[in-house]
């Protein structure tokens, strides 16, 4: 057994339907949830280190007007005071943002540290250092989620040389973002199960969806089985879709031409029954007629006895043209082409048909216009010839005249037959190549004719991608015109 793939769903439409809706849902749903996180968290940290800067500069006024950052033993009872006012503060801002501030002076020596940890220490980092330079910084940590910032201590009225303020000191913060980590576990959260109802509704509809979009291949499928099957060879229709229509159209293109394939066939099949069976029935009549009389004379004997030998030779004749009829249906792979010299193929035949042209007194005339050779099959080219003489010859009056006249160009040769005979009805010329067509069928037979002569005929030329023409006038005669490639090119 084949071994399935695990692509082989993927060949269904409807699976690919079904993926192709349930990512052009999903993925944009899952693409906005990261971008709205993604800048709630960074408006949310902007806002954050915005509102707490602004209460560290307020600050940083305070230990400025108060010359908190001067050494202590220099201030008076009221700076220490105030001092005080200010640890407070700071004590408050620091837990208001669950954090962490430090003051660092000019030595880099931490004089505040709201976590009582560092004081009196040195703190020489690159974030003090630029903030001593006037330069402030704020970093967010998302992995430990917490902001660091600095904030210069400054007193506007003493300034630098180049102008800026001097910065006494710096404030060190670092404030926890658990908050802000909170509100976005439970954003997330929300935006999750919202996200998974809507999966649930796409798969649904996914699902619904491609099972619609499906079901009119599904339908040609069912109509196309009933056929099949022989419940309708009915034509089918399937109009949902202008594809279907298509399908559908070619689908019943090939079922009508079927049908006419079948209706040809049984029709050739009665024809050659009823063909086979003429003969048979004078048979019978004439043997039935001798077996039944008694004291037949010899010579009665010797009539019918040549009257059913007759017979028996129209039935061989019949049997024959079938099938040379048969082998030709074959494909042109059966043939065999080589070079022949056409001019000596048709003076041959016509030696050969001379005699019966000589019994009906008709004169058979050969015209070659130059010498041709072409890469045929030599024994249905004598078919094609011998046919269309043979009929010229047949179909003639008495003291008639039949011309056989041979040309060439650089690509074609034609063959061309023309006779001073009884001619074809202009009504009949579009049927002579059907299969036991005669115009005169009593005629016909009276001089032996099959009716499949012009049909192999017909055949053969087209084995040799030629063609085969026909004009014809009632009561003055026909001119039938072969014209066939030099060469032959296999397809
Ligand atoms: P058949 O064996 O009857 O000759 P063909 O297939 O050769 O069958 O020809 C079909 C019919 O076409 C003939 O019965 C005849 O009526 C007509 N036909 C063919 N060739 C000629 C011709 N040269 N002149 C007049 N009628 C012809």
Known sequence: MEKKSFFAPLKSLRVRIFIIVLLSGVLPGVFMRYGIMNSYETRAIENRTNVVSAQLRVVANHLINNNYLVGYRAKSDSYLKTDKIIDAELE????????????????????????????????????????????????????????????????????????????????????????????????????????????????????????????????????????????????????????????????????????????????FVANVSHELKTPMASIKVLADSLTTQQDVPVEIYREFMEDITQEIDRENRIITDLLALVKMDKNVETLNFVDIDINELTELILKRLRPIARKKDVELIFESHRSVTASVDEVKMSLIMTNLVENAIKYNKEHGLVKVVLDADHQYFTFEV????????????????????????????????????????????????????????EGEGSVFTVKIPLIHVSN
Not at 99 to 127: A, C, H, P, W
Not at 458 to 466: D, M, P, S, W
């Open 418 to 473: 023309q006779d001073s005979g009884i001619g074809i009805p202009e009504d009949s010329l579009a049927h002579i190549y059907e299969r036991f067509y005669r115009v005169d069928k009593s005629h016909s037979r009276e001089i032996g004719g099959t009716g499949l002569g012009l049909a192999i005929t017909k055949r053969a030329v087209i084995l040799h991608q030629g063609s085969i023409t026909v004009s014809s006038k």
């Open 92 to 267: 408050m801002l620091a837990n208001l943002y669950d954090g962490r501030v430090m003051i660092i002076d000019s030595n880099f020596k931490v004089v505040k540290d709201t976590y009582d940890l560092s004081q009196g220490k040195i703190m020489i980092s690159e974030e003090v250092i630029k903030c001593f330079r006037g330069d402030n910084i704020s970093n967010y940590d998302a992995d430990h989620g917490y902001i660091e910032m600095t904030t210069p201590i400054a007193d506007s009225t003493l300034t630098s040389v180049d102008g800026e303020a001097e910065v006494q000191g710096v404030m060190l913060t670092s404030i926890s973002t658990e908050s802000i980590a909170a509100t976005m576990e439970i954003l997330q959260r929300n935006a999750l199960v919202l996200e998974a109802i809507i999966i649930v509704i796409i798969i649904a509809f996914a699902i619904v969806l491609s099972g619609l979009l499906v079901r009119p291949f599904n339908k040609i499928t069912d109509e196309v089985l009933k056929v099949k099957a022989g419940f309708s060879d009915e034509i089918i229709s399937v109009p949902d879709y202008a594809e279907t229509v298509h399908i559908v159209d070619a689908f019943n293109q090939v079922l009508s031409r079927n049908r006419t394939l079948d209706e040809s066939r049984q029709e």
